[in-house]
Structures are given as C-alpha cells and as structure tokens.
C-alpha cells in the first residue's frame, strides 16, 4: 500500500490597521476619521437667505451684487404710495384734494364754542380796558363792536405775553350806529380791547361781543 504524503501549506491571515481613534485631549482634525468615536460633527452653514441681518451703522461704502433691479425713474401711476387711515373700525384711505393736499376735516362736535358780552359800556375820551382774554388754545376769535351812540368811537386790539406789557396789534373808528369786526393779527397769550372816543366828544355808547371757537380732544 502506498502512502502519499501531502503538504500543508498555512496561511496566516494580516492583521488588520488598528483603528484610529481621536484622542479625548486633542480636538478633532477639520477631515473626520471614519472610525472616530469623538469625532466633531461640523454644523453647515446656513444659507444666506435664511439669514436676518442687521445693519446698525456703514462705515464705509457698501458694494451690493444683485441681477434683478428694476432702477429707472419713478413713475406716479406705477409707483405712488397710498396711505390708509382707521377710525378704530375700518381701514380707509386718506383723501386729498385735486392738487394731492391731505382733507383734514375737524369733527365739527369736538368744537368748543365760547362768547362773553361786554353792554351798555359809556365809553369818554379816555380809553376804557375791557377785561383780559386768555387766547393760548384760541383757534378763531373775534371782537364785535357796535356803536349804539352818536360819537365815533376808537377801537384797539392789544396783545401781551405776560398780562401786564401790552402792545398795539391794530387800531380803527367804529361810526355811530354801525358795526366793526376785529380780529388780532398776531398771537401772544393775553388779548384785550381798549376802547374811546376823540377828543372834544361827547360820550358814546357801545356794545362789544368776544367770541372763540377751540377744538376740544
């Protein structure tokens, strides 16, 4: 009987690369390790859209790269703005008149009206001083003068900022038997009416009506 004798050849099997892993006391490199148990997952950026951006101030001139601007000159049916008012119920629009001014109308109930009569008053060729009108938040006000008497009689409007320095605003006659209206020019916070007749005249006598319209809140 033969016996054949046969070799075995063995084959060692290679080691595999020990796995690299990062050590805790060292940050992890910017090319992640596959095998790296501490590896540093880095964030993507965010896109620049998604992004608010504030600017608090410009320093120097800003470059801006853009492809779609509509740059031209503005055309009043394209561009116009409407501006919209509310009355706490709906939302309305402003209303202008034909030359594109804002209607401001004041609500004619918020309108304060005021009057106080000053009759019968003998005026002489001294100047009578009627009482001093607080006119701070006075819109409109006047003074009517009638001169019920038979000598001419001189009206003055006066105006002072502290009640007591007074300064002529205007000046006119009222003929006997007629009616003058006087308004003040100019504003300061007192106003008042001094009234007399020329000299060498007999007295008169007058009736003055002061009256104001303020608009209330």
């Given at each position: 009987?033969?016996?054949?004798?046969?070799?075995?050849?063995?084959?060692?099997?290679?080691?595999?690369?020990?796995?690299?892993?990062?050590?805790p006391?060292?940050?992890?490199?910017?090319?992640?390790?596959?095998?790296?148990?501490h590896?540093?997952?880095?964030?993507?950026?965010?896109?620049?859209?998604?992004?608010?951006?504030?600017?608090?101030?410009?320093?120097?001139?800003?470059?801006?790269?853009?492809?779609?601007?509509?740059?031209?000159?503005?055309?009043?049916?394209?561009?116009?703005?409407?501006?919209?008012?509310?009355?706490?119920?709906?939302?309305?629009?402003?209303?202008?008149?034909?030359?594109?001014?804002?209607?401001?109308?004041?609500?004619?109930s918020n309108?304060?009206?005021?009057?106080?009569?000053?009759?019968?008053?003998?005026?002489?060729?001294?100047?009578?001083?009627?009482?001093?009108?607080?006119?701070?938040?006075?819109?409109?006000?006047?003074?009517?003068?009638i001169?019920?008497?038979?000598?001419?009689?001189?009206?003055?409007?006066?105006?002072?900022?502290?009640?007591?320095?007074?300064?002529?605003?205007?000046?006119?006659?009222v003929?006997?038997?007629?009616?003058?209206?006087?308004?003040?020019?100019?504003?300061?916070?007192?106003?008042?009416?001094?009234?007399?007749?020329?000299?060498?005249?007999?007295?008169?006598?007058v009736?003055?009506?002061?009256?104001?319209?303020t608009?209330?809140?």
């Open positions: 009987m033969l016996v054949q004798k046969t070799k075995r050849h063995c084959f060692k099997k290679k080691k595999k690369a020990p796995k690299k892993h990062c050590t006391k060292k940050k992890c490199c910017k090319k992640v390790q596959p095998h790296c148990h590896r540093c997952k880095r964030k993507k950026p965010p896109c620049p859209c998604d992004c608010t951006v504030t600017v608090r101030k410009i320093k120097r001139p800003v470059t801006v790269i853009a492809d779609k601007l509509d740059i031209r000159d503005l055309n009043a049916q394209k561009d116009s703005v409407q501006i919209f008012g509310t009355d706490s119920t709906q939302i309305i629009p402003v209303l202008t008149d034909h030359e594109g001014r804002i209607i401001v109308s004041p609500n004619s309108i304060v009206f005021e009057e106080e009569a000053f009759l019968n008053l003998q005026v002489s060729d001294q100047f009578t001083d009627l009482p001093l009108q607080d006119t701070t938040t006075k819109t409109v006000m006047s003074y009517a003068v001169n019920r008497g038979t000598s001419p009689a001189i009206v003055r409007t006066e105006i002072s900022p502290n009640s007591s320095d007074f300064s002529l605003d205007q000046q006119d006659v003929q006997p038997n007629s009616v003058r209206v006087f308004v003040p020019n100019r504003f300061l916070k007192w106003t008042r009416l001094s009234i007399s007749t020329e000299k060498g005249t007999v007295p008169t006598q009736d003055v009506y002061f009256q104001s319209q608009i209330g809140s």
